[in-house]
């Protein structure tokens, strides 16, 4: 709807801009205003004619739709009947009331003045028909720009409704285990969850939160499955600079602490460690997560195939694209996960 007002709106401005044009440019060589006041009611009407039938029936109707034989045959008789109706109106209104004398050396049939009227005509068609249509193809670029944006929001909203799901699984199987083993902490645990819970369904509906809500939720999560493996595991988080001016997406970093629970502590049933790092510099934010690993327990490709580390990889394509790093790397009995983001 906007497209087609704004479409009018152009037309408008355009007709009456050559109105004024044909009437006040014309008249003001010669200060005969009414003569042409007179000749622009009569030859514009006809040239915006020959416009909107060479683009609405020639170019929408025949050219665009690949009917060639059509478009060249209509374009003939276009313009062959508009310009014999500019030099009919000149022929037949202006010689008798302002040159006489031309009825006498020029016929109506005399090709140089048939050849300057058609000029007249489609010079002014081709300069409306540009407008047209760089108009036009301008509003598809908007219209593609914009149906890119809604297909990045709704990627965007699958992929972090894929995260949510498959964390709560993860926790009430926590859950899950504690109850078996009757342990006081269930009560304790439950109320994290709770709180983890309102995090997904309040902050996670925000674009970007800070980097500290993020790492707040973080530990609480990191604190339910201590509870889970107990004094084997250690856990460190450490950060080294301020990350007050940075903000991130929710549930981006999540994924890749829970990828280290997974495919690193959970298969180790010794001793395991989790070391967290975050750091800024020029302008970049750097998380590292390095976790232990049983030496060729799982084969060295798996860790990367895990649905956290794709979620946050098509994530980072659509939210920072060329403004992100992303790397896994596996070696001996541990395995390292970087991820630096540039501020916006």
């Given at each position: 709807m906007n497209y087609n007002r704004s479409n009018v709106r152009l037309g408008v401005?355009?007709?009456?801009?050559?109105?004024?044009?044909?009437?006040?440019?014309?008249?003001?060589?010669?200060?005969?205003?009414?003569?042409?006041?007179?000749?622009?009611?009569?030859?514009?009407?006809?040239?915006?004619?020959?416009?909107?039938?060479?683009i609405?029936?020639?170019?929408?109707?025949?050219?665009?739709?690949?009917?060639?034989?059509?478009?060249?045959?209509?374009?003939?008789?276009?313009v062959v009947a508009f310009t014999l109706a500019r030099r009919a109106f000149n022929y037949?209104?202006?010689?008798?009331?302002?040159?006489?004398?031309?009825?006498?050396?020029?016929?109506?049939?005399?090709?140089?003045?048939?050849?300057?009227?058609?000029?007249?005509?489609?010079?002014?068609?081709?300069?409306?028909?540009?407008?047209?249509?760089?108009?036009?193809?301008?509003?598809?670029?908007?219209?593609?720009?914009?149906?890119?944006?809604?297909?990045?929001?709704?990627?965007?909203?699958?992929?972090?409704?894929?995260?949510q799901p498959h964390f709560i699984f993860n926790t009430l199987n926590n859950i899950y285990s504690l109850s078996l083993k009757n342990s006081p902490r269930t009560s304790d645990l439950i109320y994290r969850l709770s709180s983890l819970l309102s995090y997904?369904?309040?902050?996670?509906?925000?674009?970007?939160?800070?980097?500290?809500?993020?790492?707040?939720?973080?530990?609480?999560?990191?604190?339910?499955?201590?509870?889970?493996?107990?004094?084997?595991?250690?856990?460190?988080?450490?950060?080294?600079?301020?990350?007050?001016?940075?903000?991130?997406p929710p549930l981006l970093i999540l994924p890749l602490v829970e990828n280290s629970f997974k495919h690193g502590v959970s298969n180790d049933v010794g001793n395991s460690w989790i070391r967290v790092d975050l750091s800024v510099k020029d302008d970049w934010l750097t998380v590292k997560i390095e976790n232990s690993r049983i030496a060729d327990a799982c084969n060295g490709h798996a860790v990367y195939n895990g649905i956290g580390i794709e979620n946050v990889k098509k994530r980072l394509e659509i939210i920072y694209p060329e403004r992100h790093e992303f790397k896994c790397m596996s070696e001996g009995q541990s395995f390292l996960t970087i991820l630096k983001i540039k501020k916006s």
């Open positions: 401005l355009f007709w009456l801009l050559y109105f004024l044009y044909e009437w006040l440019g014309q008249a003001s060589l010669s200060s005969e205003y009414r003569r042409y006041f007179i000749n622009a009611c009569a030859i514009v009407p006809i040239t915006g004619m020959a416009t909107w039938f060479t609405q029936v020639l170019i929408k109707k025949f050219l665009l739709k690949k009917r060639i034989l059509a478009f060249r045959i209509g374009f003939v008789v276009g037949f209104y202006t010689y008798p009331h302002y040159w006489p004398e031309g009825l006498k050396t020029t016929s109506y049939w005399w090709f140089p003045k048939l050849l300057i009227e058609g000029v007249n005509i489609y010079l002014i068609v081709a300069l409306y028909t540009m407008f047209y249509f760089l108009r036009a193809w301008y509003e598809q670029q908007r219209l593609a720009q914009e149906l890119q944006r809604d297909k990045a929001v709704a990627q965007l909203e699958l992929l972090k409704n894929q995260v997904m369904l309040y902050d996670s509906r925000q674009e970007f939160i800070p980097v500290s809500k993020e790492m707040e939720y973080i530990h609480n999560y990191i604190e339910l499955e201590k509870i889970r493996y107990g004094e084997r595991l250690d856990v460190a988080v450490n950060c080294f600079d301020s990350v007050d001016q940075f903000t991130i």
